[in-house]
């Protein structure tokens, strides 16, 4: 902890902060729907979506998923496909199957209502410490501090953390801070105030700390240059990745793979699709990708239809498209696909699948695929 004569050193100067961190989230916090609800579910479902996703792109699907399974129950008994149908576009699909599997739970255990502790919330598949911290708090006013990246910051900027904040001690630093200055008797506004003050003034590169409400508690400030903070180790490299995915047609229509439940992107319906050897050739890989994920021998392959560079965690991904008439033969899929099928573009379109699948579903739609194989490629 800070050592005295330093900001926030006294009880009395952390009570002065609680204060002014409050009255200025009150006033100036932005008014958006999961705020004004005491609803647990509906603001389990905010922080979810939240991770990850803009508040913009969050405001419109939020309010739809909330209109189509209003209640824990309704989002239980619902199937897994429509869920993720529903969260296309949004990514990080992980989110949606726990999220599902966790009304399951509630509905089977705790007869609809989701716990009320933050302890118990923990107990739910997939509900990380801050899901619990946050929703326990905001619903429920368990004095329980969340810690999210907003968080982090302003906390590394507040006490000038001169260590890197992923680091067992930095994370100790910040969760023992983070309790120190939680407000006893409004958690929920103190959490909400904390992440609305990195979101909005805090800001990762351009701090401004000239309208910033606890600017007289930041060492940070104090000691100049606090867009400094946090101090993070070097970032690993950037990997370049080469896949190339194909489409096999057969008489018109073309084969997706549904990827099983316990691989990445499980759930997701998607082409045949390899990561290239260093010095594979784009199209041998798209031949290696139909034997591999669909057990089918291709000769005479056509393309790139498609190029597409998207990026996935650290890879930069750079995607070519290739097609071939499909031989006779039964699909097998490979291990990391459970079934397969033969659709029309338009019918992939309501299959889940990834944001860069669906970037190609597009494309195909567009280009008036329904007779794939009958016409001349397809041009990018
Ligand atoms: Fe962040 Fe500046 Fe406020 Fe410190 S004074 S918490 S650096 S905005």
Redesign the pocket.
């Known amino acids: 902890m800070t050592p005295p004569g330093v900001p926030l050193a006294s009880e009395h100067q952390r009570r002065a902060f609680r204060t002014r961190l409050l009255r200025w989230y009150r006033r100036n916090g932005r008014d958006l729907p999961w705020r004004r609800t005491a609803d647990p579910y509906a603001i389990w479902l905010s922080e979810i979506m939240l991770q990850q996703t803009t508040v913009a792109t969050v405001l419109p699907r939020w309010e739809r998923f909330l209109g189509r399974w209003p209640t824990v129950e309704a989002l239980a008994a619902a199937p897994l496909a429509e869920v993720l149908h529903e969260w296309s576009g949004l990514g990080y699909y992980a989110r949606a199957r726990n999220l599902h599997r966790a009304a399951r739970a509630v509905a089977e255990e705790h007869n609809g209502r989701l716990p009320g502790s933050s302890a118990q919330l923990r107990e739910l598949p997939g509900m990380g410490p801050y899901t619990a911290a946050a929703v326990a708090s905001i619903a429920h006013g368990e004095p329980a501090a969340v810690l999210d990246a907003n968080v982090e910051r302003?906390l590394t900027?507040?006490t000038a953390l001169e260590q890197d904040a992923r680091s067992t001690a930095g994370k100790r630093h910040l969760r023992e801070w983070a309790a120190a200055l939680l407000h006893p008797r409004h958690p929920g506004d103190h959490n909400q105030g904390m992440m609305e003050l990195g979101a909005t003034?805090?800001t990762p590169r351009a701090?401004?700390?000239g309208t910033?409400p606890?600017?007289g508690f930041?060492l940070?400030?104090q000691k100049g240059r606090?867009e400094r903070y946090p101090l993070l180790p070097r970032r690993q490299p950037v990997e370049r990745v080469r896949e190339a995915a194909i489409l096999l047609d057969r008489r018109g229509r073309f084969l997706v793979l549904h990827r099983r439940k316990d691989v990445s992107f499980g759930g997701m319906w998607e082409l045949p699709r390899v990561r290239c050897a260093p010095e594979e050739d784009p199209v041998e890989a798209a031949r290696r990708a139909a034997r591999e994920a669909a057990g089918l021998a291709t000769e005479h392959t056509e393309g790139p239809l498609l190029e597409l560079r998207h990026t996935v965690m650290r890879s930069r991904i750079h995607l070519t498209l290739w097609r071939a008439q499909a031989p006779r033969g039964t699909v097998l899929p490979g291990p990391e696909h459970q079934e397969f099928r033969w659709v029309a573009p338009e019918h992939w379109l309501s299959l889940p699948k990834s944001s860069t699948q669906a970037r190609i579903a597009g494309f195909l739609l567009e280009q008036g695929a329904k007779k794939v194989g009958t016409k001349g490629p397809l041009r990018a």
């Open positions: 302003v900027r507040l003034v805090c701090p401004d700390c910033c606890v600017a930041c940070a400030r606090p």
